[in-house]
C-alpha cells in the first residue's frame, strides 16, 4: 500500500493527468464532429454488441498475415485484460487492507491471467518491435510514388510505433516486476508461474527493504505512465485500441460491402457536392482517420498499390490523421486553415486510379473506408470542379444521350438476333416471372452478348418464363456514380425506377449477368425508392440445377479457374453459386491464390472500363491474368461482362494461351 505522501502525490497527478485527457479528447471529439452528417448511435444495444464483437475479434485480423495477427491477439487482448488489472493494481495501493479475489478460484484465476497476458503481451510488441525495426517488413513501408505528409515521411510512424511499444513494455514489464516483488516477499505462487520465475531470477537474496521498494517502484512506473499516456492517446496510433470499435459501432448500416451515400440535389442550401476538404468529409470517415493502425493492410490488398500505381489507401488515411496531428489544436477550435484534400491526402492520380473493388474496406481491422472518401473526392472534381480524365466524357455523354457508355445507337435487341427462339419483351410476355436485364455490355459488347445469349437460351430451355426491357432498358448509372458524376448517375436511376415500376419488375424478380447492374438495381436504387428482388445469373443457374431444371453432363472435365468479380464475391458475398454451376457442369475447379473474397480485382471497376489505366508498372488486368494463368487451367470462367473484357484483352497480349468464357456459356456448353 502506499504511504499518505504517495496517495497525495497520486492524486495530484490524477487530476492533472484527467485535466489534459479531457482537453485532447476533447479535441478530438470537437475534430469529428466537424464533419459531415452524423454518427450513429440508432439500435444502440446491437451496435453496442458490434463494437464488443470487433474488439474481442480484432477485426478479423486473423483472415491475414496469420503469424502477426496471432502475436496481436496477445497484445491487444493482454491490454484489453489490463484494465481490470490496473484498476485492481490502483485499489490494492490506494485502499489499506485490500486484498482482490484472494486465494480462491477467481482470485487465482485472476492471478493466472494477468501473469500469462503480462508475458503474452510482452513477448507480442518484442515481435512487433523487431519485425518494424530489425526486420523491417517491407509491408509497413509505403513507395516513394505515393504522396505522403511531410511527418510521415520522415518517419513519423516508426517514431509513433516506438513510442507505444516502449509505452507497452515499460508499463507491463513494470507492473510484472512489482508483482514478482510481491512473490519474493510472500512466497512463490504456482498461478503466477512467469512472476515467480521472476521472482527467483530478481529478489532471491533481496532485503524486506528492497522487496517494498522493487513493489513500489514498479506501481508507479505502471501506473504513472498510463496516467501520463492518456492525454497523448488521440496523438497516437494506439488510439486504434477504443477507436476501431467505436468506428464499427457508429458506422452507416450497408446493404453492400462500398455502399454509397445518396446526395440531395433537392436541396438549395447545400452549397458543397463531394469532398473537397476533410470536413467535407462524412463524421465517421474522420473517425476514420483517429482508428487507424498504419498496418498498410489495405494498402496490401489494393490492387492499384500493387501494380505500381500513386494510390495506398493507407497512405490517405496517415496523411488524414498526421494533418490533423499537427494542427489539433487550431482544427478543433476552428481557427485552422483547411486545405484541399488533394494537397496533402492524396494526389489526383491516385484518385482516379481506384477500381472501387473494395478489398481496403474489406481487409480493414478498424472498420476504416478509403474506397469512400475516393468517391467523394471524385464527386467534387466532377460536379464541383470539373477536373476529370478526358476519356470519361464520352462515356457521360453516351449515357447522357443514347443511354449507354458505349455511345452506340444501334437497337439493344440486337445481341438476340442470332438466337433459334424468339426472346419476349415485357409487352409481349407481361406475365413474365423474370426480367431479364441485360445490360449495356450485354447489348452492345460482342463478348458480353454471348453471355446474354447463354443465360436466355438456359432459362428457355429450363422453361423459365422470362421478357426484357429491350429498347426501353438504360445503363443503371454505376459507372457514371464511381466516376463521380452522381447528379448523372441520380437522373439514370430514377428513369429506369420509372421504367421498372412501369413494367411491375418489383412484383417479379429480376436476374442480371452484370455484378454491377446486380448491386446498383438490387441494393442502390432501393434508396430512390425502387425496392426489386435481383439476381447473378449464376444465382438462377444454380438454383436450375438443385430444381433439376437443368440436365448437365457433367463429364467435361475441362481444368477451370474462376475469377471473382468484385462487385460479385468482395461486395456482395456471392461465392458459392458459380462454383456450384461450374461443379455440376464436371469442370475441375482450380482455385487461385486470391479467391473469393480475397479476389484480385480485374481493373475495369471504378468507372476504370472507359478511361486509360494511371501510370504504374503493371496493368492491373495482366497482374490477375498471369495468376489465372498459373493455375494450370486451360480456362478463365468469369461472371462479369467487364471482367471478361479485361481477361479476353490480357490473354490476346498474351498470344491466347487460354479460354476466357462466362459461366453461363461453360454451362450451356454442357447442356450440349
Known amino acids: 500500500m502506499l504511504t499518505p505522501t504517495e496517495k497525495l502525490l497520486f492524486g495530484l497527478l490524477v487530476a492533472i493527468s484527467l485535466t489534459a485527457t479531457y482537453n485532447t479528447f476533447g479535441q478530438m471529439a470537437r475534430i469529428v464532429l466537424r464533419g459531415q452528417g452524423k454518427l450513429n ?63 480462491n478460484l477467481v482470485g487465482n484465476l485472476f492471478r493466472l491471467s494477468a501473469d500469462v497476458f503480462s508475458f503474452t503481451v510482452l513477448i ?3 515481435y512487433f518491435l523487431i519485425r518494424r525495426f530489425a526486420a523491417k517488413d517491407p509491408v509497413l513501408s509505403i513507395r516513394d510514388n505515393v504522396l505522403l505528409h511531410p511527418n510521415v515521411r520522415q518517419g513519423g510512424v516508426w517514431k509513433d510505433s516506438l513510442v507505444v511499444g516502449l509505452f507497452i513494455l515499460l508499463h507491463v514489464g513494470f507492473r510484472l516486476l512489482g508483482a514478482s516483488a510481491l512473490i519474493a516477499q510472500h512466497g512463490r505462487d504456482p498461478w503466477q508461474p512467469f512472476g515467480s520465475l521472476m521472482a527467483g531470477a530478481f529478489f532471491a537474496n533481496t532485503s524486506e527493504f528492497g522487496l517494498t521498494f522493487a513493489w513500489h517502484l514498479g506501481w508507479w512506473v505502471a501506473i504513472g505512465l498510463i496516467l ?40 438549395e442550401s447545400i452549397e ?108 467534387d472534381q466532377v460536379l464541383m470542379a470539373s477536373e476529370f480524365p478526358g476519356e470519361l466524357q464520352g462515356a457521360f455523354r453516351g449515357m447522357e444521350r443514347t443511354g449507354n457508355p458505349w455511345q452506340s445507337t444501334e437497337s439493344r435487341m440486337e445481341w438476340a438476333k442470332p438466337l433459334d427462339f424468339d426472346v419476349p419483351t415485357v409487352m409481349e410476355n407481361p406475365d413474365y416471372d423474370y426480367l431479364l436485364w441485360v445490360g449495356c455490355a450485354g447489348a452492345f459488347n460482342p463478348e458480353a452478348q454471348k453471355t446474354v445469349q447463354a443465360v436466355a437460351t438456359i432459362m428457355h430451355e429450363a422453361g423459365v418464363s422470362f421478357a426484357v426491357l429491350g429498347d426501353d432498358e438504360s445503363c443503371t448509372g454505376d459507372s457514371a456514380r464511381r466516376a463521380g458524376n452522381e447528379y448523372l448517375f441520380f437522373e439514370m436511376a430514377s428513369a429506369n425506377i420509372e421504367t421498372l415500376n412501369a413494367a411491375k419488375a418489383h412484383e417479379r424478380k429480376i436476374v442480371t449477368s452484370c455484378p454491377h447492374c446486380f448491386t446498383t438495381i438490387g441494393k442502390e436504387y432501393g434508396e430512390f425508392g425502387g425496392h426489386y428482388q435481383v439476381f447473378h445469373h449464376t444465382q438462377l443457374i444454380a438454383d436450375l440445377v438443385g430444381k433439376g431444371k437443368l440436365r448437365l453432363n457433367g463429364k467435361k472435365l475441362e481444368k477451370v479457374t474462376f475469377h471473382d468479380p468484385c462487385y460479385l464475391g468482395r461486395h456482395n458475398g456471392i461465392i458459392d453459386a458459380p462454383r456450384d454451376a461450374l461443379a455440376q457442369a464436371g469442370f475441375t475447379l482450380l482455385e487461385m491464390d486470391r479467391t473469393k473474397a480475397n479476389s484480385f480485382c480485374c481493373g475495369a471497376g471504378g468507372a476504370q472500363m472507359w478511361k486509360e489505366e494511371e501510370h504504374g508498372s503493371e496493368a492491373v488486368n495482366m497482374n490477375r491474368y498471369k495468376e489465372a494463368h498459373h493455375t494450370g487451367a ?23 494461351p487460354m479460354q476466357v468464357k462466362d459461366v453461363a456459356e461453360l454451362v450451356l456448353e454442357a447442356m450440349r
Open 41 to 103: 448511435f440508432d439500435n444502440l444495444f446491437k451496435r453496442i454488441m458490434d463494437g464488443l464483437g470487433a474488439l474481442i475479434s480484432q477485426g478479423r485480423i486473423i483472415r491475414h498475415r496469420k503469424l502477426s495477427s496471432f502475436f496481436h491477439y496477445g497484445v491487444a487482448w493482454g491490454f484489453i485484460f489490463y484494465f481490470l488489472v490496473n484498476a485492481v493494481d490502483v485499489m490494492e495501493g490506494l485502499i489499506p487492507g485490500f486484498h482482490f479475489l484472494p486465494d
Open 228 to 267: 501520463l499516456f492518456l492525454p497523448y492517446f488521440p496523438y497516437t496510433k494506439h488510439a486504434h485500441l477504443f477507436v476501431g470499435p467505436f468506428n464499427f459501432m457508429t458506422a452507416p448500416e450497408r446493404t453492400y460491402l462500398g455502399q454509397i451515400k445518396s446526395l440531395n440535389f433537392a436541396d
Open 272 to 379: 458543397q457536392f463531394g469532398a473537397s476538404t476533410l470536413f467535407d468529409l462524412e463524421q465517421t470517415r474522420i473517425v476514420d482517420a483517429f482508428a487507424c493502425i498504419m498496418c498498410n493492410r489495405c494498402q496490401e490488398a489494393c490492387p492499384a498499390y500493387n501494380t505500381g500505381k500513386e494510390l495506398s489507401p493507407a497512405a490517405l488515411e496517415v496523411n488524414k490523421r498526421y494533418h490533423i496531428r499537427s494542427n489539433m489544436t487550431e482544427l478543433a477550435g476552428g481557427t485552422a486553415v483547411t486545405p484541399p484534400l488533394l494537397e496533402f491526402a492524396i494526389s489526383p492520380s491516385a484518385v482516379w486510379a481506384c477500381t472501387t473493388c473494395g478489398a481496403c474496406i474489406d481487409v480493414c481491422p478498424v472498420g476504416n473506408t478509403p474506397m469512400l472518401d475516393i468517391l467523394d473526392i471524385r464527386r
Open 634 to 656: 486451360n480456362t478463365i470462367a468469369v461472371g462479369c461482362p467487364f471482367c471478361a473484357t479485361m481477361m479476353h484483352d490480357a490473354n490476346r497480349e498474351e498470344g491466347s
Open 124 to 126: 507480442g510488441v518484442f
